[in-house]
């Protein structure tokens, strides 16, 4: 297991193309999947961490921090190179991702600190948000509780039942991040289940919703500022615009890459690519 974390040696800056570096240093280690899924998440988690989750001593087990739920943990390596931009991991344990041996898995798992949920099953990662919200409420806490969902996830009912607790509860401390890539693992989500407009469904339920281009970090932080500002007892829901695969050409918009594995020649394409977004100051 990781050992504890102390205070990062230097302010992280969570740039987009460092934590995609990390995501594919990562994924061809271990020889895994999801890296296009990963992806999409990159500039809300790079935000999050930023701006918004609050941990008290840099702790990831601190009683007072802020909940961030992952509840797509397929995406769990964007996390990761942001555990690792706080000096929670370290290159050694991120080189051996996957391998035998290793504590750090292809989803997001509990046991490891910073993770809050085990979501390997899709669906539940919401309503343990909730139950969080819900416990710091009731203790009268400010902690926030964020729970990042996809949109193909958003087919589960459990979702909605989460949703329904929540505005009945006026959950004003939960936030809902939805990664709106298009895309689920057997397709794109018109082909699959058609989802009309993810603002106005979470708006019918209760919520206070905004829509926001998933890439722009600007907007996703002024977005998230305005929502817990509003002074609405509502609980949020920010639906975030994105592109599965971002960041990399080959793999944008390309639903081979939910499970499509890196060979040397796909992983020095893959760096060239964010070397040159990073170079252009994009994404």
């Not at 051996?96 to 669906?123: A, C, H, M, Q, W």
């Not at 009268?140 to 589960?156: C, H």
């Not at 509860?169 to 794109?188: E, H, T, Y």
Request: net charge negative; aromatic share 8%.
């Amino acid at each position: 297991m990781p050992t504890m974390p102390t205070m990062p040696t230097t302010l992280p800056a969570f740039s987009a193309h460092t934590l995609r570096k990390t995501v594919l240093d990562m994924a061809y280690a271990g020889s895994t999947v999801h890296i296009a899924s990963a992806f999409s998440i990159v500039e809300l988690l790079a935000v999050l961490y930023r701006s918004h989750l609050h941990y008290p001593g840099n702790d990831p087990r601190a009683v007072g921090r802020d909940y961030l739920v992952l509840s797509k943990g397929h995406g769990v390596m964007a996390q990761y190179a942001c555990m690792r931009e706080l000096e929670w991991l370290n290159d050694a344990v991120l080189a051996n991702y996957f391998s035998d041996g290793s504590d750090l898995k292809g989803l997001s798992d509990s046991r490891i600190p910073g993770l809050e949920v085990t979501s390997g099953s899709l669906g539940h990662g919401f309503s343990v948000g909730v139950g969080l919200a819900m416990g710091a409420k009731l203790n009268a806490t400010t902690q926030k509780t964020y729970a990042l969902v996809g949109d193909g996830e958003i087919n589960e009912g459990a979702i909605w039942e989460g949703a329904l607790f929540a505005a009945h509860n006026a959950l004003r401390n939960f936030m809902v991040i939805v990664d709106k890539n298009g895309f689920q693992a057997m397709g794109s989500t018109e082909e699959v289940l058609k989802l009309g407009s993810i603002q106005a469904k979470f708006e019918s339920f209760g919520f206070e919703a905004r829509t926001i281009d998933g890439h722009n970090e600007a907007a996703i932080h002024s977005a998230i500022t305005q929502l817990w500002a509003s002074g609405s007892t509502s609980p949020k829901a920010l639906i975030a615009n994105t592109i599965k695969g971002k960041g990399v050409p080959f793999m944008e918009n390309n639903n081979a890459w939910h499970y499509t594995r890196l060979d040397p020649s796909t992983y020095a394409q893959a760096l060239a690519a964010v070397k040159e977004s990073a170079m252009g100051g994009v994404g």
